[in-house]
């Protein structure tokens, strides 16, 4: 099956597809190979792109229908490409509490995206996530590597500048 990735070119397409398809090899003989290799394919693309499942389904003769169950219940792959910057706004008690829905919305808003979604230039997803282990900073968000404590909605705009 060929590569169908529009990024990257051909040879980093191919240099991928190769790498997964060793890892593929190096898992297929031991129980449970299927999450090591939807790791390699995430860390490979960013996602989890169809035609990749495609060919770790025929691979590892397992059912497509079974490789989508798996990638959609595990909260740490995706089946959509994810922006450049990931923001994360904790959405636990303690920060519900304090304000959280209103930071969503106004990055929402602010980014014309929907949560769980990636804006359409590509720079940004937007997550409403659980607990990020951050309460005595509520509201809390992380964008990337970066935290950001004691937020409300009024901030957004300035959070947001650093990274336009």
């Known amino acids: 099956m060929e590569d169908k990735c529009c990024c990257g070119g051909a040879a ?10 060793q890892t593929i090899e190096t898992f297929k003989p031991m129980k449970g190979a299927l999450i090591p290799v939807l790791h390699e ?13 495609e060919i770790v ?9 079974e490789i989508f169950g798996v990638a959609s219940f595990y909260h740490f792959f995706s089946l959509e490409p994810k922006g450049e910057h990931i ?14 829905q209103a930071i969503v ?9 929907e949560v769980n979604k990636t804006t359409e230039d590509g720079k940004f997803t937007l997550e409403a996530t659980r607990c990020l282990g ?3 900073l509520a509201p809390v968000l992380t964008i990337g590597e970066k935290v950001y404590g004691k937020v409300s909605a009024v901030d957004v705009p300035k959070i947001l500048k650093d990274y336009k």
């Open 12 to 21: 980093v397409a191919d240099e991928r597809l190769e790498k997964i398809r």
């Open 41 to 53: 394919v995430q860390d490979s693309y960013g996602y989890l792109p169809e035609h990749v499942l």
């Open 57 to 65: 389904s025929e691979e590892l003769n397992i059912p497509l229908s």
């Open 87 to 100: 923001i994360r706004i904790c959405m636990g008690t303690a920060c519900y509490i304090k304000g959280a």
């Open 105 to 113: 919305d106004t990055f929402a808003k602010e980014l014309k995206v």
């Open 134 to 136: 951050a309460c005595g």
